[in-house]
T-cell receptor
Framework: SQQGEEDPQALSIQEGENATMNCSYK?????LQWYRQNSGRGLVHLILIRSNEREKHSGRLRVTLDTSKKSSSLLITASRAADTASYFCATDYGGATNKLIFGTGTLLAVQP | DADVTQTPRNRITKTGKRIMLECSQT?????MYWYRQDPGLGLRLIYY???????NKGEISDGYSVSRQAQAKFSLSLESAIPNQTALYFC????????????FGPGTRLLVL
């Protein structure tokens, strides 16, 4: 399977702290995306980073990509209780298909 | 109104029954996808469609079939449901002319007894 892996599987932090989660993948990619899922709900797109980019910011989110290590990280700064959710990375291997391969997810719990 | 809708939201069925899950979108996207989610396994692609006349198998298509009735509608069928098809099913859409992002429906929770 080409499915990516994320670590940690679960992360518990206090409000105001930063949360970092990591994603590793197996072959060259066109882009890597991060999605958020609230319990039992649909996934919501957070941010996309292309293979020629190394870092990207969106509000309190910071994503890095290291293509030599085939890894990415998502940093959420100044976390809030509302950030509690599962976070998934998804890799797009390019071509015409736009198929995404999802990682196994990190469950983030932010304690108030 | 939600851009991507799924019906039903919850379904309980018995082994051997045929069931259909439906997905509709108002985003005008040409591409639609069906995924299943199992605990600890993330999302896995079942089928995807680039337009009404184009259907493709994904990673785990065995035991499933799909129908793209119109650009806005993509249905997933379980011809003879089995308990290991108990999962959360998601429909998604995308439009490569604007973005590689996929937009997800709220999901259908299926329990096969």
């Amino acid at each position: 399977s080409q499915q990516g892996e994320e670590d940690p599987q679960a992360l518990s932090i206090q409000e105001g702290e930063n949360a970092t989660m990591n994603c590793s993948y197996k072959t060259s990619i066109n882009n890597l995306q991060w999605y958020r899922q609230n319990s039992g709900r649909g996934l919501v797109h957070l941010i996309l980073i292309r293979s020629n980019e190394r870092e990207k910011h969106s509000g309190r989110l910071r994503v890095t990509l290291d293509t030599s290590k085939k890894s990415s990280s998502l940093l959420i700064t100044a976390s809030r209780a509302a950030d509690t959710a599962s976070y998934f990375c998804a890799t797009d291997y390019g071509g015409a298909t736009n198929k995404l391969i999802f990682g196994t997810g990190t469950l983030l719990a932010v304690q108030p | 109104d939600a851009d991507v809708t799924q019906t039903p939201r919850n379904r309980i069925t018995k082994t051997g029954k045929r069931i259909m899950l439906e997905c509709s979108q108002t985003k005008g996207h040409d591409r639609m996808y069906w995924y299943r989610q199992d605990p600890g396994l993330g999302l896995r692609l079942i089928y995807y469609s680039f337009d009404v006349k184009d259907i493709n198998k994904g990673e785990i298509s065995d035991g499933y079939s799909v129908s793209r009735q119109a650009q806005a509608k993509f249905s997933l069928s379980l011809e003879s449901a089995i308990p290991n098809q108990t999962a959360l099913y998601f429909c998604a859409t995308s439009d490569l002319t604007t973005s590689e992002t996929q937009y997800f429906g709220p999901g259908t929770r299926l329990l096969v007894l």
